[in-house]
Structures are given as C-alpha cells and as structure tokens.
C-alpha cells in the first residue's frame, strides 16, 4: 500500500536523480548521434587539430537571443559544439556568448568585429514584424583573429569553426599553383574556390613561360581550362613535376558551346594529348543528360518578349558519386558543357576511382553538335547510363609515386569576372577544394565541408500520387507506430494482470 511517507520518499529520490543527472551532464558532456552524415560528433580531422594546439583558442559568439525556434537551434547547436570543443581539447578552446540586442554598445562593438546582423520575421502578439538579428563568432588565438560573420541555419558549423582555428594555428600551409599564360581564368575569376582554399593553403600562380619548369616549392598544381594551344616544351616540364612525384588537378574543357551560333566547338589545346600519353582519354564531346539546369530563352508572349527557362540537357547536374574522400557528402556538382573522361591505360600499379558519373538517363555527342533550344527532348535520346565525369589516379607516373585528379570540365568552379560573374553551387567548390586537399595529402577537413543538415527534396519525376503517398507516410507511419508499441503493451501487462488474478494463493 502506497503510503504518504512512500510517496514522499519517492518524489524526493525522484528529484535527487534528476539534480544528480544535470550536474553530470554539465561536466561530462555527451550526446547520442543517429543523423546520417554525423553532424553533432565530432571528426578525427577536428579531433587531430584541437590535440594540435598550443596556445588557447578563444572564441565569442555574438548571438541574439528570443529568436523564432527554426533560428533560436542554431544557438543552441553552436553552443553545444563549444562545449564539446572545450572538453575535447582540454580547455584549450573557451568561449562567450554575448547577446548584441542587450544595448547599442554591444551591438556596435559586434559590427565593428565584422559580424553582420541579418533581418529575419518573428510573431508577436500576433503580428508578424522584422528584428535584427546576429548569428557569428570571432575566433582568436593571440593577436590572430577570423571572423565568422554569419552561420547559416542548417550550415556545416564543426567545418566553420575547425577551418578558422586550423587557419588561425598552421604555422606552413602547402603551396598549390595555379598555371596561368595559356588562356586560363585568373584567380579573381575564382572567387568562390580561392576564398576557401586559401583556408588551409598557400594560392599562388606560376607560368612555365618564365621558368625551366614548375616552382620547386610547388607540390601541387592545377591546370584549369586553357584555351590556348601550349607549346610542346612546356609539356616536358609536365613531365618532370611528375617524376619528382607532384600532383596534379586538371579541369580540362574538350569541347565548349556557342549559344549565339547554336554549335558546339572543339577546343585544342594539346593537354588531351599528353593526358593520353598516361592512359587518361577526354572525350571530345558533350555528355548530355535528362537531369540537368535550364537556361533561359527571349520568347515572344503577343506583344511582349520574356525571358522562359528551358531545360538545357547540355548542362549536367551530376547526383551520383563514388566513394572517395573527394566525392564524401556531395549532393549534386553543375557541369556547363561537360566530356567523359575514362582511362584506358595498361598499367596495373596505378589505381583508378571513377570519381563523378552522369545519371541513368544520358547520353554522349561527339562533334559536330547543333543546340535545338526548343527540342522536345524523349527518353529515347538519353542512350547512355553513368557515364564517368571525373576519374583520381593514384600510382606510378614516370617512376615516382604521384597522383592526378581529371575533370571533363574546366569550367565547373570559375564564376566568371566583372558582371559576368556568377554564384556557383558550393558543392562545385567542394569538388575542386576537396580533389586539392586529396593530391596534398591534406584530406582532413574534406568530410566536414559538406558537413550539415541537408535538404533532399522529393525525386521531381516522381508523380503527383506517389509524392502524395510518400508524405502521408512520413507524417502518419511513426504515430501509427507509437500506438502500436502502446497498444502492445497494453495487451502484454493486461495478459500478466489476467494471469496474476487467475493465480489462487489459498
């Protein structure tokens, strides 16, 4: 019989347990992780920079606070990957949090540090207005200092916060070398892709016009879409950054389109030659796919022209990757006028990844090809199916242990200069950033670069009633299970209540 003092007793230890279990989970933080990609643990790569630091990394979270829940959770998961931060690192990383909103002192103090605020909507009392809010970090260690402006909801936050300490504490980044004096973009051209590799590397440019060969401090070096024919000798020098065991990324376009002539054109430039030479063919050609971006078309609507996008089969959205550091969290990579790339070489010491393929419904052109804007594209035109886009090698090239990383396309991360210049998908970037920190045997922070809360919208070919389907499942199927498991236990404890009253204890 349950008595007053029973009770009493209960509710008490009950409490206890409870003060007990925050007081434990304040010092010895932890989490459980069932999220696909492992978005709250963190990686070796976070884990191997916090073990490498030697002096205390500081940083300060201006935050505002009574924000909307969809925005209030990026507060709250920053501040638990602090946490952990600073338990993993021996308190090595300390941090504040700071709320600009309180007065204007702080909030001018967090715009002078560089953090932007952003307007967003909240309810109240039943009208919607805007408030202004701040979502950033400084990140400090000593008299450095890199500054996170704004962390957008669903962003890689482990990758934002390791990428600054690790910029902040690397004594001697690797050089990459971008080869310019053949027609290729200049750095200014890249913004997307310079801003984020000069995190963990050195960018500098060299011409194998005013040099015997490639800079002696260059381990790695990418070649990215020459337009120019490059002279014969040039490739021997090539040659000889092989041998010394450089590595090298080449992002090659074979083929280019002219939308005003509304052809194809070749590009000649020499490097599909000496990439043959090593087993590496770049088709010249178009990889044509169902799956792909629209471009838009001047269409006369009765008195009027308007600007209509139509799907351009000729601009690939490449959604299937191999499994490969280079390719590890990649959603979808646009492609403008793509080749397949294969190897074809001999050469059994040498290990081949196809890196990046065309989806099921493709299909290959080879020149001449004409662009039927207004074509009314059937199943039957896509003939192909996963076709290679990209392929890494790793192995012996002119006697030395080296790898490569080819690309069907040069033009995949250049956003173009002036107002021509263009914002790229960032898993574009990805695909670039990652392939360089793979030939640097910097590979670190390749998995939390695409690490984040990602958005998979349903499959746009499936039909109405099948989408339909799939949503009602999503919503009803885990209540219907929850009432089942409660209903199944209901039947289990009233069988042993039954059995227990059958019992005769005379």
């Not at 750095?187 to 016009?209: A, E």
């Not at 809360?453 to 389907?469: I, N």
Request: hydrophobic share 40%; glycine share 6%; proline share 4%.
């Amino acid at each position: 019989m349950l008595t007053k003092k029973k009770l009493l007793t209960t509710i008490v230890l009950a409490i206890g347990i409870v003060i007990l279990l925050n007081i434990i989970g304040d010092r010895f933080f932890t989490r459980l992780d069932f999220t696909e990609d492992r978005i709250y643990s963190l990686s070796d790569a976070t884990l191997n920079i916090l073990d490498s630091l030697t002096e205390p990394v500081t940083i300060t979270a201006y935050f505002s606070e009574d924000l909307p829940p969809n925005v209030a959770k990026v507060r709250e998961d920053f501040r638990d990957m602090l946490v952990e931060y600073n338990n993993r690192s021996g308190g090595m990383v300390v941090y504040d949090f700071i709320n600009p909103n309180k007065d204007q002192k702080t909030e001018t103090e967090a715009q002078q540090n560089g953090i932007r605020p952003v307007m967003i909507n909240v309810r109240e009392r039943d009208q919607m207005k805007q408030q202004r809010a701040y979502l950033g970090a400084i990140v400090q260690m000593g008299d450095q200092k890199e500054v996170i402006p704004f962390i957008q909801p669903g962003a890689a936050i482990e990758y934002e916060l390791s990428s600054n300490i690790k910029k902040i504490a690397i004594k001697d980044k690797p050089k990459v070398g971008f080869m310019l004096g053949n027609g290729e973009p200049i750095l200014s051209s890249m913004q997307q892709l310079t801003s984020i590799l000069s995190v963990t590397h050195d960018v500098r440019t060299f011409s194998l016009s005013d040099t015997s060969g490639v800079p002696a401090d260059m381990n790695t070096i990418a070649i990215v879409a020459p337009k120019d024919s490059i002279p014969e000798n040039y490739f021997k020098y090539l040659d000889d950054f092989l041998a010394r065991g450089g590595r090298v990324f080449v992002a090659l376009n074979r083929v280019d389109g002219n939308l005003q002539s509304l052809a194809g054109e070749a590009v000649s430039t020499g490097m599909g030659k000496w990439l043959a030479k090593y087993g590496i063919e770049v088709g010249k050609d178009f990889v044509i796919d169902a799956h792909c971006s629209s471009i838009m078309v001047r269409q006369q609507q009765g008195f009027f022209q308007i600007n209509t996008p139509v799907k351009f089969p000729y601009v690939p959205i490449a959604t299937n990757f191999a499994d490969h550091p280079i390719t590890k969290g990649l959603e979808e990579v646009l492609f403008p006028y793509v080749s397949s790339v294969k190897y074809t070489g001999a050469d059994s010491t040498v290990n081949v990844t196809d890196l990046v393929f065309s989806s099921d419904r493709s299909a290959i052109k080879t020149l001449p090809v004409y662009f039927d804007i207004q074509k009314n594209w059937r199943a039957s035109d896509f003939t192909d199916s996963r076709v290679p886009l990209a392929v890494a090698l790793e192995g012996n090239f002119n006697g030395a242990k080296t790898k490569m990383v080819v690309i069907g396309d040069g033009d995949f991360a250049v956003n173009g200069e002036g107002q021509k210049a263009q914002q790229l998908q960032p898993d574009n970037i990805s695909l670039f950033v990652n392939s360089i920190d793979w030939l640097s045997d910097d590979t670190g922070l390749n998995e939390l670069r695409t690490k984040g809360v990602t958005s998979r919208p349903l499959d746009s070919q499936l039909e109405d009633g099948t989408k339909t389907l799939i949503r009602y499942m999503n919503f009803l199927l885990p209540i219907f299970l929850v009432i089942g498991y409660g209903l199944f236990r209901f039947r289990i404890n009233k069988a042993i209540r039954n059995k227990l009253a059958s019992i005769d204890y005379e």
